[in-house]
């Protein structure tokens, strides 16, 4: 087994001596806390972006220099007291974009459709998914419906990402 020597990085070490990458400074010592969490060039979708607790997370992509794309199938966002437009807002500032799609995630198909449009439009790499479709259903538990249950499931099911729509791409190698 190698062992190599610590080396202390201010004295004038031998340099055969075999790096010790502990003795570099972590990148992180250096960079601003912001920037370790910084979105900046990344689009992220949120399923079920069209109200609640995806437009609140969506303002949290935005202020981290994110660009959204929410997809819903509400045929607006709500907007009655300016929570998208404040969503688009706060990603204006940092020079991303927020898009709004009506999609149902269910539907394979147009996943596949409106997963192209996001790629496409906002010109920035798709890093991650936020699943916050759901529904809710008030029924009595002993009279819950299988097909309500089975409905339920498979949206929280697509919600985790695992429609064949929702392939967040890798960032190319640099
Ligand atoms: N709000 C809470 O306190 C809370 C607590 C625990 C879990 N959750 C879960 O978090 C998620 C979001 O909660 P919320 O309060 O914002 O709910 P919400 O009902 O306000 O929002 C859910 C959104 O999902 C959309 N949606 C439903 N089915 C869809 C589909 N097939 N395709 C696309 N969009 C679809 C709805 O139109 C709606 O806009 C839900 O899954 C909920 O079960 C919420």
Known sequence: MAIHPIVPAETNAPTTAAP????????????????LFSLAGTVTIITGGGRG??????KGIAQAGGSIACIDVLPEPTNAEG??????????????????????????ALMEETFGKIEGTTGAVVRGVIAC???QQMVPAVEYPMDGFRRIMEIKSVKLGLAPGVRPSRPSPS
């Open 20 to 35: 010790v990458p502990e003795l570099a400074a972590a990148p992180a010592q250096s960079a601003p806390t912001p920037a």
């Open 83 to 108: 929570e998208w437009d404040e969503v688009v807002r706060l990603a204006g500032e940092v020079g991303g974009v927020a898009t709004y799609h009506v999609c149902d995630i269910t539907d394979e």
């Open 53 to 58: 607790l995806g437009q609140a997370l969506a």
């Open 133 to 135: 479709a759901g529904v």
